[in-house]
């Protein structure tokens, strides 16, 4: 790897070390156009979607690196995670705030 992609990555990291995530996502928005057949920007800017709970985002993120990396188990594990949290965050829609059994809120 070239010194230049090691320490766009380092720097990448401190950003979101110290929770400048709009540095770290300009960032690595640059280094996807500019490598974009490295699937390494693509998951690390996933991993960053995910920290802040934008699961669509990390999950195309992860799914566009797939394509580039395609026998990736820790892209493919990442994957199967959010479609299972998706999966629950869709069942919590039709679930009933009703824990009380309050008649009146039925």
């Given at each position: 790897?070239?010194?230049?992609?090691?320490?766009?990555?380092?720097?990448?990291?401190?950003?979101i070390?110290?929770?400048?995530?709009?540095?770290?996502?300009?960032?690595?928005?640059?280094?996807?156009e500019?490598?974009?057949?490295?699937s390494?920007?693509l998951?690390i800017?996933?991993?960053?979607?995910?920290?802040?709970?934008?699961?669509?985002?990390?999950?195309n993120?992860?799914?566009?690196?797939?394509?580039?990396?395609?026998?990736?188990?820790?892209i493919k594990?990442?994957?199967e995670?959010?479609?299972?949290?998706?999966?629950f965050?869709?069942?919590?829609?039709?679930?009933?705030?009703?824990?009380?059994?309050?008649p009146?809120?039925?």
């Amino acid at each position: 790897m070239h010194k230049f992609m090691v320490d766009l990555e380092n720097k990448v990291k401190g950003y979101i070390q110290n929770k400048e995530f709009g540095k770290a996502l300009d960032l690595l928005n640059e280094a996807v156009e500019k490598y974009s057949e490295d699937s390494r920007w693509l998951t690390i800017r996933g991993d960053l979607h995910y920290a802040e709970q934008k699961f669509s985002f990390a999950l195309n993120d992860y799914n566009k690196a797939l394509k580039a990396d395609k026998d990736n188990k820790l892209i493919k594990s990442k994957v199967e995670m959010i479609k299972e949290i998706l999966k629950f965050e869709a069942l919590d829609i039709f679930e009933s705030t009703n824990l009380n059994n309050d008649p009146w809120l039925d």
